[in-house]
């Protein structure tokens, strides 16, 4: 299993009709096969300037690559993500196995 999370802050004013647009258009990777478990978050930590989170899970490390390549994927990467978020931390896990 992976997780793949990523933590955000749009250039979009909070509460705006444009960030509320891109959390609306980013519920496409939900439906690309292979997500499970996704999840849009609102960060609430004042230990950071992150506002947003997204989370997903995939079954395995061939499940994650084809999301990655996915059409929906890549054009919201493109489209949405590249010109409205600011900035961003990604960070991907597997099971910790000792």
Same mark, same amino acid.
């Given at each position: 299993?992976i997780?793949?999370t990523?933590?955000?802050r ?7 009709? #444009?960030e509320?647009?891109?959390? +609306?258009?980013a519920?496409v990777? $939900?439906g690309?096969?292979?997500?499970e478990r996704f *999840?849009?978050l609102h960060?609430?930590?004042a230990k ?7 989370s997903?899970e995939f079954?395995?490390?061939? #499940?994650?690559?084809?999301?990655? +390549?996915?059409?929906?994927?890549? $054009?919201?990467?493109a489209?949405r993500?590249?010109? *409205?978020v ?8 597997a099971?910790?196995?000792?």
């Amino acid at each position: 299993m992976i997780r793949h999370t990523v933590a955000f802050r749009l250039r979009h004013p909070t509460g705006s009709e #444009a960030e509320r647009s891109f959390l +609306e258009t980013a519920r496409v990777l $939900a439906g690309i096969p292979g997500v499970e478990r996704f *999840e849009q978050l609102h960060q609430v930590s004042a230990k950071n300037d992150f506002t947003f989170g997204f989370s997903m899970e995939f079954s395995d490390a061939a #499940a994650y690559a084809a999301y990655n +390549e996915h059409p929906d994927h890549v $054009a919201f990467v493109a489209e949405r993500w590249v010109p *409205e978020v600011e900035e961003f931390l990604e960070i991907d896990y597997a099971p910790y196995v000792a």
